[in-house]
């Protein structure tokens, strides 16, 4: 139920009333609603003076379920795809030739073709909920459901996988998860007098925001600055934009990262800057997408060091799972789910008629990707992580040209584009923390594996649904999705060989993570870190810096002159500041819903 009313809000939120607001590692609509429950929990508790009525477990469950059903709502998720399906042919025109190009290529039980159905769609006006509109969206809906179901089931069994080696032999922190953790399983955290004077100073001031955007003779807070107007001569201009903003929950999710990382992200967004300034000094083109080339080599560099370092443990698993040993059951369900996985995508894909060699190579890339994403949240915890404009059909073409591949496999992995948009919502991540959860508070595996998979089914049939409601009642909305149509026109009309330039870039990050990393593993004074490099440049980081830069310094001042101690002291403050500005953030995109007027919102 509250996944269902968690898609109509985010998605009538996002489309409407704020910018964006499932942008960031922890979901601020799934902290509000698991804040409110763990309050009525202790309420009515004391109120009864018997067991509180929910226990952690519960309270565990019910956000584990709500972030990965709120993952694949979010703003790069499923908010990416709906449009896909029907913009290939409702933005076709005799100029773009994109009927001749790529129609017949469109798997039609993937899309939407129907020119009624997409002129409603498009238009807005209209009603979903009407029998030729159902008719016409239902067999795409359902056999996009059944891929979702499988892609995330398979990223679960990757977990299943990885999990003992990442949580229980390298103990890695996951420090996403700390907030949800205290809400769920220590009631004392909500009386706790610290939390609630950092909630109280981020909550105020989203309060003073939200009335100033309502009413300006409110006086704004002014924790928001633009630098930009200020660099207007060469070769600072080069920068573009430059801003220094103070979020409390970056301020708040960067006290649990590693000093190296919360260091390591602040100074390469400012290394990435001044590399513009230094090319414009020497007078070198900056153009053409470098940065999430380097970005893109130093995540794949991330993921496959994560496989390495877990190399031992897999093997032992897979012999594990060959002798069917009795005590590993979980692994034998994670690896035939796998094999399962692998089967279907493959049946699925060449079905849509892509060839079977690169759809191994493309969910081979994917999965690294994936892995990556997962290995730095469990490891390190940044507040945001995205890969823009690098998806694995890029990455196959950058290397190997279009002519290999073809418009009947070219054109369908189109469609794909929206699972690689920008990775910042990806389900995988939500998955580990789950079975991090799961171990701190003894929650059957069994069970959490099935709550993880009514999610994904709940969460995917409501975000069609919500979406589809939202998009034939407003015009305007559904204009996501164009940009892989016109990359694909470009590669069919005009047909590229392989990329030496653009693989030079993507060469260098992924070499130059490994340095960082051999560097990071090698001497302890060393202060760069590679996931700092991958994630330190990009739309999100680039309005957060300034806020982990904060939080880096406040808790090296701490470590400094208070010692541990004094840093676990202040845990709960920085724990209120992300709480506080979540909560009132989710409260003025929840008031703006359900009055129907653009709200301040919390982010950018």
């Not at 489309?15 to 409110?36: A, G, H, Y």
């Not at 073809?406 to 991540?429: C, E, K, Q, V």
């Not at 171990?439 to 089914?457: C, D, F, S, T, W």
Request: charged share 10%; glycine share 8%; net charge positive.
């Amino acid at each position: 139920m509250l996944i269902v009313l968690s898609a109509v809000w985010v998605v009538g939120a996002e489309n409407r009333i704020i910018w964006e607001i499932t942008d960031f590692s922890l979901f601020p609509t799934v902290i509000f609603v698991l804040f409110i429950l763990a309050l009525f929990n202790l309420i009515f508790g004391k109120a009864l003076r018997r067991k509180l009525p929910l226990n952690p477990a519960d309270l565990a469950i019910i956000y584990v379920m709500l972030s990965i059903a709120t993952s694949l709502f979010a703003h790069d998720m499923m908010r990416q795809l709906l449009p896909i399906m029907g913009n290939g042919f409702w933005f076709a025109t005799p100029e773009n030739e994109w009927q001749d190009l790529f129609h017949r290529y469109l798997p039609k039980w993937l899309v939407v073709s129907d020119p009624k159905a997409l002129d409603e769609y498009y238009r807005g006006g209209f009603s979903f909920f009407t029998e030729y509109n159902i008719r016409k969206w239902l067999i795409p809906a359902l056999t996009w459901t059944a891929f979702i179901f499988v892609l995330l089931f398979g990223m679960l069994c990757v977990n299943i996988v990885v999990r003992k080696q990442w949580t229980e032999n390298e103990k890695l922190s996951y420090p996403i998860i700390r907030l949800p953790l205290e809400l769920s399983a220590n009631p004392k955290f909500l009386t706790n007098k610290l939390m609630w004077i950092g909630f109280g100073i981020t909550a105020m001031i989203e309060l003073l925001a939200g009335l100033h955007y309502l009413f300006p003779i409110v006086p704004s807070p002014g924790l928001k600055w633009s630098i930009t107007p200020y660099l207007t001569s060469r070769p600072w201009n080069a920068m573009g934009s430059f801003d220094m903003n103070i979020y409390g929950f970056a301020v708040g999710l960067a006290y649990f990262m590693p000093l190296t990382l919360s260091f390591s992200l602040w100074f390469f967004n400012l290394f990435w800057k001044m590399q513009l300034v230094f090319f414009s000094v020497v007078g070198w083109r900056a153009g053409g997408g470098w940065q999430g080339e380097q970005r893109a080599g130093a995540w794949l560099g991330i993921g496959i060091l994560a496989l390495w370092t877990s190399r031992t443990h897999i093997k032992e698993t897979i012999i594990s799972f060959l002798r069917r040993r009795s005590e590993d059951g979980l692994y034998r369900f994670a690896y035939i789910g796998l094999l399962f996985s692998a089967i279907f995508m493959m049946v699925f894909w060449y079905q849509a008629g892509a060839s079977v060699w690169s759809i191994l190579v493309y969910f081979t890339i994917y999965a690294v990707l994936s892995i990556s994403v997962t290995r730095m949240r469990a490891e390190l915890g940044p507040p945001t992580h995205e890969l823009h404009s690098v998806h694995p059909d890029q990455i196959m073409v950058m290397f190997a040209g279009t002519r290999p591949f073809g418009p009947n496999t070219l054109a369908p992995f189109a469609l794909l584009d929206w699972i690689a948009y920008g990775y910042r919502s990806h389900p995988m991540p939500h998955q580990l923390e789950a079975f991090k959860l799961s171990e701190r508070l003894h929650i059957n595996n069994g069970k959490l594996i099935i709550a993880i998979m009514i999610a994904v089914l709940v969460g995917t049939i409501a975000t069609f649904l919500s979406h589809l409601g939202f998009y034939y009642k407003y015009s305007g909305y559904a204009i996501w999705g164009t940009g892989p149509f016109y990359t694909l026109q470009s590669w069919l009309a005009h047909p590229v060989g392989t990329d030496f330039a653009t693989i030079n870039h993507l060469g260098f990050g992924f070499f130059f993570t490994f340095f960082l990393m051999f560097m990071t593993r090698r001497y302890l004074w060393w202060q760069f870190h590679p996931v700092g490099y991958a994630t330190g440049s990009g739309w999100a980081i680039s309005w957060m810096w300034f806020s982990v830069f904060l939080s880096w310094l406040a808790k090296r001042m701490i470590l400094n002159y208070g010692g541990s101690k004094a840093y676990r002291t202040a845990i709960p403050l920085f724990l209120g500041f992300i709480l506080g500005q979540f909560f009132m953030g989710s409260f003025w995109s929840l008031l703006g819903l359900i009055i129907n007027r653009s709200m301040y919102t919390i982010f950018p």
